[in-house]
């Protein structure tokens, strides 16, 4: 079974974007899907809601207050965590993770809060013992300004995790949330470039080099 964690300890980067995305890529794939969402707001479980019927099933765990069980026949496990887990939380709940999916966005505060975040989760016993890999997706990039730039080059340059892809801004994430569906659920040239972006996380995820 695959445990993926979304989290990143700022607010605000796209974390249940990112869950939902991978969620409905690995149903659209043919998994048994369990989407946990671990915030009391429950975004992730919101866009559940949302989603059509005839779509390919995701089951969802409000796991801020229910525990997370997941059957003999679950393929894939999508935490979604808030950002206010620092500390013991932290440390016990990326026991869960085989995978840890941390987004910034191309901004110097959230260079900042990532750099110190991630010496926080370096620190955690799940880590220090190398039972779990980091990837860190650079999310809504717009192209070529400086600020991306900077981003870029600040995520090249981080050791022991690994740099997967940057993910632009586009309203075409805003109008799949409002429907349930996921980039990979949407077809046609509107989103192909977004497919496109998604491609070295997907391909990361279904290799060896994510899992300890």
């Not at 990837?135 to 991306?148: H, P, S, Y």
Request: glycine share 8%.
């Amino acid at each position: 079974m695959r445990s993926i964690m979304v989290l990143n300890a700022k607010g605000g980067s796209g974390k249940s974007t990112l869950a939902t995305n991978l969620a409905s890529y690995y149903a659209q794939a043919g998994k048994n899907v369990i989407l946990a969402d671990y915030d009391p707001q429950e975004s992730s479980l919101d866009w559940l809601q949302q989603r059509p019927q005839g779509k390919t099933e995701i089951k969802g765990i409000a796991a801020h207050s229910h525990p997370v069980r997941a059957g003999s026949n679950t393929d894939v496990v999508i935490f979604d965590v808030p950002a206010s887990v620092h500390g013991s939380a932290l440390a016990q709940m990326v026991k869960r993770a085989q995978t840890i999916i941390i987004p910034v966005l191309p901004s110097p505060i959230d260079m900042r809060a990532c750099a110190k975040f991630l010496k926080e989760l370096k620190a955690t016993p799940t880590l220090t013992n190398k039972q779990a890999k980091i990837g860190i997706v650079a999310n809504r990039a717009r192209g070529n300004t400086n600020i991306f730039l900077e981003l870029d080059e600040y995520l090249e340059g981080l050791r022991g995790v690994k740099y997967i892809t940057a993910l632009r801004d586009t309203t075409n994430y805003i109008r799949a949330a409002e429907r349930g569906l996921g980039i990979f659920d949407l077809s046609g040239s509107a989103t192909a470039i977004d497919r496109d972006e998604w491609e070295p996380l997907i391909e990361w995820l279904d290799s060896k080099k994510s899992r300890p």
